[in-house]
C-alpha cells in the first residue's frame, strides 16, 4: 500500500471507529467490516448462527489489504488506551495479546479482537450487540431505496432489540418524510427549506452512503411542483435548475435554464448553467460561459473554482492568475485568445458586442488572431494598445 493510500485509509479507518465508539461505546473490527461493505450482512447472519467457520471465505476485496486496515484500527484503539477483549466465537476463545506486545496481531486475533474502555468487564459474546448494526445497515438501505414498508419493519425490529439505539429518532424521521412525499408539494417554498436545511442534512447524518439515494428523489419531486415557474431573481432557488442541481441531474439543470428568456443576464442561471455543462463534459459550451461570467459578472467569474471547468480553461486560468502584469477579469477573454489562438476558430467575435473596454479588447484580439498577417496590422496594433496599455504589452512579447 502505498503512502498517501495508506494514510487516507488510517485517517478513515479512524473517523469510522470514532463514529462507531460513539454510537456502541466499543469498537468492533465486525462492525467495521459490516459498514465498510467486507462483510454482507447475509454472511455475518450465517456466521454468527455457526454455518460459516472461516469467516475470511466471504470478505469482499483484497484479504491484505483488509488485514492491513484491521491493523490500523488495533493501533488507534491502543492510541485511545481502550482495552483489547477476546471474544466467544462458539468453539474457542480467541483472547487477544495487548496490541503493544509481540508484533502485530494474526488475522484470526484481528477480527475476533473488539476493544472497549479500559475498565474492569466481564467477558462479551461477539455477536451480542451486533445484530443491531445489521439493521441499522438494512433500514439504512431501505431507506435509501424508498422501501418504506420494509424499512418500517426493520425499525420495528430495532426497537424490540436496542431501544436506546441513537439512530431511532432519525429513522422515525425519515420514515415520516417518506409518507409525506407520497402526496403532492404543494407550498413550494416550505418544501425547499425543508428539504434543504431538515431534511437532506438529517439524512446524511443517519443514512451516511444511502443519503445521496434518499434526497434525490425529493429533490425531483420538488422540481416536478416547480416546472412551470419561471425564474425570478428574487427567488433564485425556486426554479427546476436549482432542483435538478441538487439531485444531479445535469441535463435537466441545462434544459430549464435554456428555456428561460435571456438566461444569460442572470448571474445565479449562467453559474448553474457552467456547472451543468462542464458536469457533461460539453468544452466549448464552459468556456463561452465563463467568458460570459467574466465580462458581466467578474467577482463571481473569480470565485468559480478551477476544478469546476475544462481542463483547458483551468489551465488558462491559473496562468491569468499568476501574471506579473495586473489584467482586469474583464480582460480575460481577450488574453485567452492571445495564450490560445486555435480558439478564435471555435469562438465568435460577436461573443461580445459592447463597446465598453472588454467588448472592444475582445473583437480587436480576435481580428488579430484569427487570419495570418492580422497580428502584424499596425491598425490593430493600435487600437489595442489604446484598449489596454498591459495586455498590448503582453501581445507583443508573444511575437
Known amino acids: 500500500m502505498n503512502t498517501e493510500k495508506s494514510f487516507s485509509t488510517r485517517v478513515h479507518t479512524q473517523q469510522l471507529i470514532d463514529r462507531l465508539l460513539q454510537e ?46 484491521l491493523q490500523m484500527g488495533a493501533e488507534y484503539a491502543r492510541q485511545l488506551d481502550l482495552a483489547p477483549e477476546g471474544t466467544d ?35 462479551l459474546d461477539l455477536f451480542m450487540d451486533t445484530p443491531a448494526s445489521v ?4 433500514i439504512r438501505k431501505a431507506l435509501g431505496a424508498h422501501l ?27 420514515l415520516e418524510v417518506l409518507t409525506q412525499s407520497a402526496e ?3 407550498n413550494t417554498s416550505e418544501q425547499l427549506q425543508q428539504l434543504e436545511h ?20 425529493l429533490w425531483h419531486r420538488l422540481s416536478e411542483a416547480l416546472a412551470d415557474c419561471p425564474f425570478n431573481p428574487n ?23 435554456e428555456k428561460e428568456h435571456k438566461w444569460q443576464s442572470h448571474c445565479e442561471l449562467l453559474v448553474r448553467h457552467l456547472q451543468a455543462v ?50 482586469e477579469t474583464e480582460l480575460f477573454p481577450a488574453w485567452l485568445l492571445l495564450r490560445f489562438p486555435g480558439l478564435t476558430q471555435r469562438l465568435t467575435i460577436d461573443m461580445n458586442l459592447s463597446e465598453e473596454m472588454e467588448g472592444n479588447a475582445w473583437r480587436v484580439m480576435h481580428k488579430l488572431q484569427s487570419a495570418p498577417g492580422n497580428n502584424l496590422r499596425v491598425d490593430l496594433r493600435a487600437e489595442l494598445k489604446r484598449i489596454s496599455p498591459v495586455l498590448f504589452e503582453l501581445f507583443m512579447q508573444q511575437l
Not at 151 to 160: I, N, P, S, T
Not at 235 to 257: C, F, M, P
Open 24 to 69: 456502541r461505546g466499543y469498537y468492533s473490527p465486525i462492525e467495521l467490516l459490516l459498514h465498510e461493505g467486507r462483510l454482507m450482512d447475509d454472511d455475518f447472519e450465517a456466521w454468527s448462527r455457526g454455518e460459516l467457520a472461516d469467516p475470511s471465505e466471504v470478505l469482499m476485496g483484497d484479504l491484505e489489504a483488509i488485514q492491513a486496515q
Open 89 to 123: 466465537t462458539g468453539d474457542s476463545l480467541q483472547v487477544a495479546r495487548p496490541t503493544g506486545e509481540g508484533g502485530p496481531l494474526s488475522f484470526n486475533q484481528l477480527l475476533h479482537t473488539r476493544y472497549v474502555p479500559s475498565l474492569a468487564r466481564p467477558q
Open 135 to 138: 439493521l441499522n445497515n438494512k
Open 148 to 174: 418504506a414498508g420494509k424499512a418500517e419493519a426493520l425499525v420495528e425490529q430495532l426497537y424490540d432489540i436496542d431501544p436506546g439505539n441513537n439512530d431511532l429518532g432519525g429513522f422515525d424521521s425519515l
Open 184 to 186: 403532492p408539494a404543494l
Open 198 to 217: 431538515d431534511i437532506t442534512p438529517l439524512a446524511a447524518n443517519v443514512l451516511g452512503k444511502y443519503s445521496g439515494d434518499f434526497v434525490s428523489p
Open 235 to 257: 427567488q433564485a432557488k425556486l426554479h427546476r435548475s436549482y432542483t435538478d442541481a441538487r439531485a444531479e441531474d445535469w441535463g435537466n439543470v441545462q434544459q430549464a435554464i
Open 278 to 327: 462542464a458536469m457533461q463534459g460539453k468544452e466549448q459550451s464552459v468556456i463561452k460561459d465563463y467568458l460570459l461570467l467574466c465580462w458581466d459578472f467578474a467577482d463571481h467569474a473569480e470565485q468559480v473554482p478551477t476544478g469546476q471547468v475544462v481542463s483547458v480553461l483551468a489551465t488558462a486560468i491559473t496562468e491569468f492568475q499568476s501574471l506579473d502584469a495586473e489584467l
